[in-house]
C-alpha cells in the first residue's frame, strides 16, 4: 500500500448567520459572517499546499435553515480548486443540512462523492490506478436521526486502510442534541475483520481525540461562532504510511477567535490602574491571536472595594466605550462585546448568606437558582429573549451565562441593600 495523506473537517457552518451582530456593529457583522468562508479558504489552501489525497467533511456543511446562495457558491468553488489538483472529496450531511433540505441545492463537481443515508457502498480510492484507502459514509435524511448508525457500518474490504464517516454523538457530549447516538466501544470493541481503522466524526464543535486504536475523532468546527466556541478552531491533517503507521496534526484555520478574559481587581486601587490593567489584558490577547480577528468579553472578579464603584452601570460603559474607541483601527479587528461585572464587596458572603434578614435571603435565594435546572431552563428562556439580540452570539445561552447573569443580579442588588 501506498502512502498517502489526507484532511479530516467537519461542522464549516457555512453562511451562518450571526444573529443580532449587526446591531452592535455593522463592520464587526460583516466580518464574521464572511468568517466561516475564509475558514474554509483557508482549509482549501491547506489541502493544496500539503499535496493532499483526499478531503473528508463529515457534515453540518451548511446552515440550512438560514441557507444562501454565497455559501453554497463559495463551497462549490473551493472543490472546484481541490478537483484542478487532482484531490478527492468525500461528503456527509448531518442535522443542519440534511438530505431532505440540501438535495438539489447545488450541482458539486466530478471529484465530490456525497454518500447518500441508505444503499452506500465502501468507495476505493486510488493513485495513479494503485488502490490507497476505502472509504464509507451515511448522510442524515432529516434534521433529527436517532438511530446508531455506527453499528451499520459495513465491514470494509480487507488489506486497505478503511475510513467511516459518521456526524453522531458518541457517549455524553455536552450542549449537543444526542443525534445518532452511540458508545465509543461501537466504534472500538468491532470484532472480526474489515472494521474501520479511523473514524471521522462530525457534530461535536470541540475537538476530541476520542481513542488511537482504532483512530476516532471530532475535529471541531474549522471557525468558532460565539463565546460558546472559544479557542482555535481547523481540521486535522493525517498522514498514513505504506505500513498504515497514521500522524494526525492539527491545524487552525479561523478567521475570528472569541475570548473571555478575567481581571482580578482585588489587588487594584481604582478605576485607572483598572483600566491599565485591561490594555494589558486585551494586547496579550491579540498576540495570542496572531494575524486573526478577535471578539473579547471582560469579566471583573475578585472582593475589594472599587466592586462598589463599579456596581453604577455608568461605570461599565465609561470604561467599555474607552476602550473601544481606541481599539477601532487596529488591525486585525478587534471587538470588545461588553465588560461585565462579578466582582464582590469584601465581606464575608457565606456569613451573610446565613442571616435571618432581606440580604441573607436574597443570598440564599440566588444560590438555590443557581442549583435548581429548572430554574435556569426558566431563566435561559426570559434572558435569551431579552439579550438575544443584543449580543455576539448564536443559538440559545450556556447554562454558566445564567449562573454568571444571576451573579452580577446578586451583586448589584447586595450593594444596593447594604448600603
Known amino acids: 500500500m501506498d502512502a498517502f495523506s489526507f484532511i479530516h473537517a467537519s461542522d464549516l457552518h457555512l453562511g451562518s448567520p450571526f444573529a443580532g451582530i449587526g446591531q452592535v456593529s455593522k463592520e464587526a457583522g460583516e466580518f464574521l459572517v464572511s468568517s466561516t468562508l475564509g475558514a474554509f479558504d483557508r482549509l482549501i489552501g491547506l489541502a493544496v499546499s500539503r499535496g493532499v489525497d483526499f478531503v473528508l467533511f463529515s457534515g453540518d456543511l451548511f446552515d440550512c435553515a438560514e441557507r444562501n446562495l454565497r455559501a453554497l457558491l463559495h463551497f462549490r468553488n473551493g472543490v472546484k480548486a481541490l478537483e484542478q489538483k487532482g484531490i478527492q472529496v468525500f461528503i456527509v450531511h448531518g442535522n443542519h ?12 463537481p466530478g471529484n465530490c462523492h456525497v454518500f447518500s443515508w441508505e444503499n452506500n457502498k465502501w468507495k476505493i480510492i ?6 490507497l484507502a476505502a472509504v464509507f459514509g451515511m448522510s442524515f435524511p432529516r434534521r433529527v436521526v436517532r438511530d446508531n448508525l455506527a453499528r451499520r457500518i459495513p465491514a470494509g474490504p480487507p488489506g486497505l486502510f478503511r475510513i467511516a464517516m459518521l456526524h453522531c454523538t458518541v457517549g ?3 450542549g449537543h442534541d444526542p443525534y445518532a447516538p452511540c458508545a465509543l466501544s461501537d466504534l ?20 476530541k481525540v476520542l481513542s488511537e486504536d482504532p483512530f476516532v475523532i471530532y475535529p471541531g468546527m474549522i471557525q468558532g461562532r460565539s463565546f460558546a466556541e472559544q479557542g482555535e478552531k481547523g481540521a486535522f491533517l493525517v498522514r498514513v504510511s505504506g505500513d498504515k503507521e497514521v500522524t494526525v496534526g492539527f ?12 481581571i482580578d481587581i482585588a489587588s487594584l486601587s481604582g478605576p485607572g490602574e483598572l483600566m ?3 490594555w494589558r489584558c486585551v494586547e496579550e490577547a491579540r498576540k495570542a491571536a496572531g494575524a486573526r480577528g478577535l471578539v473579547l468579553r471582560i469579566f471583573l472578579t475578585g472582593r475589594s472595594e472599587l466592586s462598589r ?13 474607552e476602550l473601544r474607541d481606541g481599539l477601532s483601527d487596529v488591525e486585525p479587528p478587534l471587538w470588545l462585546d461588553s465588560i461585565k461585572n462579578r466582582s464582590r464587596r469584601p465581606i464575608d458572603i457565606e456569613t451573610r448568606r446565613q442571616a435571618p434578614d432581606l440580604v441573607g435571603m436574597l443570598l440564599r435565594q440566588t444560590e438555590a437558582m443557581k442549583r435548581d435546572p429548572q430554574l435556569l431552563e426558566l431563566a435561559e428562556k426570559e434572558l435569551s429573549a431579552s439579550f438575544g439580540k443584543r449580543r455576539f452570539m448564536t443559538g440559545d445561552m450556556r447554562p454558566e ?14 450593594d444596593l441593600l447594604e448600603e
Do not use: C, F, N
Open 97 to 108: 443540512d440534511p438530505l431532505d433540505e440540501i438535495s438539489g441545492a447545488l450541482e458539486l
Open 126 to 131: 486510488r493513485k495513479k490506478g494503485s488502490p
Open 172 to 174: 455524553r457530549q455536552e
Open 188 to 207: 472500538t470493541a468491532r470484532h472480526g475483520k474489515g472494521e474501520p481503522d479511523y473514524w471521522a466524526l462530525g457534530h461535536v464543535h470541540t475537538r
Open 251 to 262: 491545524h487552525p484555520l479561523d478567521v475570528v477567535r472569541w475570548q473571555e478574559i478575567e
Open 276 to 278: 491599565d490593567q485591561a
Open 309 to 321: 464603584q463599579l456596581g453604577r452601570q455608568e461605570a461599565l460603559s465609561d470604561m467599555l466605550s
Open 401 to 414: 451565562e445564567i449562573a454568571g447573569l444571576l451573579e452580577e443580579a446578586e451583586t448589584m442588588l447586595l
